[in-house]
């Protein structure tokens, strides 16, 4: 019988050849083609089917994939939301330095958008979300004021 594990956020699928001997409820031991491995339970979070492990000094991240891991996944309800981007309005007061996007562009979650300077310090504002550029509103070496919408998005 083959079990869906996740090792790392990578899916494998186990069927056998690994033993493991238990020392108590935190140590143990995996014995895999002939060779020994140490580990360790770092934490166990039983509420979503998660272990932290340490093996020989590495670090791994264990998940078992159960029946409502797939009903939640055929559901669409595993893939996160993204945000439609609006407007960008100025955080705090500033002047902008330099604008990374043009008008008709395309940006994504992380994407750079615009510097901006305040106190002397420059401040890279980034997409939280996804848009298309419909305007830009300011121009370099502009000074805005906190809350002046900055861009508009499609």
Not at 97 to 116: K, N, P, R, T, Y
Not at 132 to 147: F, T, Y
């Amino acid at each position: 019988m083959t079990k869906h594990w996740s090792f790392d956020g990578k899916e494998i699928h186990a069927t056998s050849g690994a033993a493991v001997q238990w020392e108590n409820d935190q140590y143990f031991t995996i014995e895999f083609k002939g060779r020994v491995f140490n580990g360790e339970v770092l934490e166990s979070k039983t509420e979503d089917n998660t272990l932290h492990i340490k093996v020989n000094h590495r670090v791994f991240v264990i998940k078992k994939k159960g029946p409502l891991d797939d009903l939640i996944a055929q559901l669409g309800l595993d893939i996160p939301k993204i945000k439609k981007l609006k407007e960008l309005k100025a955080p705090m007061p500033g002047r902008i330095v330099q604008l990374a996007v043009a008008v008709g562009q395309e940006v994504h979650v992380g994407d750079e958008i615009l510097s901006l300077e305040a106190m002397k310090m420059e401040n890279a504002l980034k997409a939280e979300g996804t848009g298309v550029v419909k305007a830009i509103l300011v121009e370099a070496n502009q000074v805005v004021e906190k809350g002046a919408i900055l861009i508009e998005f499609e």
